[in-house]
């Protein structure tokens, strides 16, 4: 595997304070290497003891026709990537899936169609389908709880619980209305659905047949997916971006904060202390065409989270490229191929002056810049504040920060980038921090050179 290249990016700023970070360049597609497969599009991966499960389609004019495969563990990962997968085995299926969950012996699928597909996984080059069993509604994601040999189903409408005891045949045992499911995630006894325009619904399942609705926490607009990270839900959407909600205490969650992000933000895994956010359609100047973009945060313990840049997962075709699975700090893309990446956005050493008590924006670095510029910035502490970048003529390019200050150093990239994702053009630039507590900001100015 190929170590990815570091950046290290140190710099004094109002006086003896310095923030040294190193991270990767994510202007260029970080892939170790391309792994071609037999299939032209990929749609759902899942890792399983020592195979990796994936959902394809030949996706030609004439068939669309799902297949479950599956692929032979890289051997050496994570020291090694092979050029091409081994299949083991494929299966047509029925329908198109949209999640995997693996239980031993069985994998459960579940997507576009009003049912469950099990398949016996116990021998991976021989799959076979066990049996289908019919749901009320399609269903939009699948979380298991091993622990309890629970199997839960966010059915748009409702989340509902199947008993696993006999991994071959679940049987429903609860059920809780929870409108707008669209994704899950667990601690514990505790699941935490993200719910499309509704928020962060949090249900204590601590009795499978009596579920019920802690709280339900607005996130400010639609959202797609959550993850949880220590104390926090992580929640992405479309108009969202990035999410933070407190739910120390799950009966009380409490919504922290949002870092706006490119593109229509579809889904969030997390991994190694980063945060990979899979957005969708850009318009990759490059090659012209439609792509997806994923971008990386680092994942602070009590601070925003910290965007460290992102790319296009530019792959042929592109329309479904996107983060699909994690394994240690490595992750698999997929569309026509399916491809390795590794990310490094780790800390070197961070020394940050005493907090401020009021907003100080450093000059930008370097100036003139192509085709990024570093921009060093604190706001006083609990104050409400964003950092965006404007043309000369006044109009708002991007919003690159939004938070609450910490009173220290924080730092964030701009590459050159609109907020609808096209390039920018050669001219200069004003940078315009805002503290919007008491209305204060500041403005410095920066050329783009090409």
Known sequence: MRTAAIVVLAFSLWGAGYVAAACEDWSTPPWTQT?????????????????????????????????????????????????????????????????ICINGDFAYLAGNAAELTIVDISDPTAMVIDHTMPLPVASRDLLLDPSRDLLFSAEWN????????????????????????????????????????????????????????????????TVRDVALWQNRALMVGPTVGLVSIDVTQPAAPMYLDRVPCEGEVESITIAGGHAYLRSLNFLDPEIGFYQN????????????????????????????????????????????????????????????????????????????????????FRLPRDHAGRLSVYDMQGRKVQTLWMGLGDGLVESFVWRGQTCQGSTAPSGTYLFVLQDEENGDRQIKRASLVK
């Open 158 to 221: 409702s989340v509902r619980i199947y008993s696993t005891e006999q991994p071959d045949d679940p049987v429903l045992v609860g059920s809780v209305v929870s409108p707008q499911s669209t994704a899950m995630a667990r601690d514990g006894e505790l699941i935490y659905t993200a719910c499309a325009s509704l928020g962060l619904r949090v249900i204590d399942a601590s009795d499978p047949e009596l579920p019920v609705e802690l709280a339900l926490s607005f996130a400010g607009g």
């Open 293 to 376: 973009k994923v971008h990386l945060f680092r994942l602070l313990a009590a601070d925003t989270p910290l965007f460290c840049g992102s790319f296009f997962s530019r792959t042929a075709g592109g329309l479904n490229a996107g983060v699909l699975a994690v394994m240690s700090d490595a992750f698999l893309l997929a569309d026509s191929n399916i491809m390795m990446a590794v990310a490094q956005c780790e800390p070197v050493s961070t020394v940050r002056d005493v907090p401020a008590t009021a907003l100080e924006l450093g000059q930008p670095r370097p100036n003139p810049f192509n085709p990024a510029v570093e921009l060093a």
């Open 35 to 99: 792994t071609y497969t037999s299939m032209n599009s990929w749609y759902v991966l899942e890792v399983g003891p020592d195979f990796i499960l994936a959902i394809g389609s030949i996706n030609s004019a004439y068939d669309r026709t799902p297949y479950l495969v599956a692929f032979e563990f890289p051997p050496g990962f994570p020291n090694g990537f092979p050029a091409r997968l081994h299949v083991l085995s494929q299966l047509m299926l029925p329908n198109f899936a949209e999640s």
